[in-house]
């Protein structure tokens, strides 16, 4: 961070364009650089007569929301998973990321659940979804391995949603207990990791083994303290025993890291959209 701007941004150049490996690690901060934001105008403007009815103040906070009813909760919920799943298009700095790598040996860690990045052009099996995906129901006890594509009920229940709450007759039940589902979001104990869930990790581990010891670029990009285990931690940790690592971390808010990597650590805290932009030139 002592450096200038453009000096930073030539040497990123040249370690990516050297590295062997590259693994990114995207978190809720590289999607709303992309526009995909949870706040102000993009939720009063989607939100309104339910900021109205209940108060909410953001799309984070309101998935806490204690909801009294099925039919409510998922009202909001099919509205959530809507503007931030399905309206939305592959962003310009997603497409900009996969251009940046795609002739490498990459892979990607992300906790972000709105596909983004396959829909910008990454491979499937290149995309590692710790947290889950917006566009799948799963049984809200967890009580089978299984998750389910939710797009054409999702549109349905906002296309039958009257006065914020959408007919009994929507409301999602798990076809093997019966009970209420969920988003298939980490949200408590009985999240579930389905057979893909489990390809994707065995894939990020392998992707890990092969990179151990190489010249690999950690590419952490907006990623914060809310579950700093999935990524932050575990770069700052391959980033300090591979001799041939450089952390290139992307954070307007909390930039440095362990002191240990300082002198292998590449930090932005400038827009991240400017800096991708910037380096793919």
Not at 17 to 44: H, P, V
Not at 65 to 90: C, D, L, M, S
Not at 136 to 161: F, P
Not at 257 to 272: H, P, Q, R
Request: charged letters at 25%.
């Amino acid at each position: 961070m002592n450096e200038p701007y453009k000096a930073r941004i030539e040497k990123a150049k040249k370690e990516i364009a050297d590295a062997e490996f590259i693994l990114i690690g995207g978190g809720s901060g590289l999607s709303a650089a992309a526009g995909i934001i949870y706040s102000g105008k993009r939720f009063t403007d989607n939100f309104s007569s339910f900021i109205k009815r209940y108060g909410l103040s953001d799309m984070y906070s309101s998935g806490f929301y204690p909801f009294e009813t099925q039919e409510e909760r998922w009202a909001y919920w099919a509205k959530h998973i809507y503007v931030n799943r399905f309206e939305p298009g592959p962003t310009n700095l997603y497409k900009d990321l996969y251009q940046l790598v795609k002739d490498k040996s990459y892979f990607v860690i992300t906790t972000n659940v709105e596909s983004q990045f396959e829909k910008s052009g990454f491979p499937a099996n290149k995309i590692f979804e710790v947290q889950g995906n917006y566009g799948y129901l799963q049984c809200a006890k967890g009580c089978h391995d299984r998750i389910y594509y939710n797009e054409s009920l999702v549109k349905e229940m906002i296309e039958k949603t009257v006065d914020c709450k959408i007919p009994f007759e929507l409301v999602p039940k798990c076809p093997v207990c019966g009970r209420n589902m969920d988003p298939h979001l980490r949200i408590n104990q009985y999240f579930v990791q389905d057979e893909k869930w489990y390809k994707q990790n065995k894939l990020y581990n392998e992707f890990l083994k092969q990179s151990e010891g190489k010249r690999t670029i950690y590419m952490e990009m907006g990623v914060g303290f809310n579950t700093p285990g999935i990524i932050r931690y575990p770069f700052e940790q391959m980033t300090f025993h591979n001799k041939g690592a450089t952390l290139i971390r992307l954070n307007k808010e909390n930039p440095t890291g362990m002191k240990e990597n300082e002198d292998k650590t590449l930090a932005f805290n400038e827009d991240i959209k400017e800096i991708v932009s910037e380096i793919l030139r």
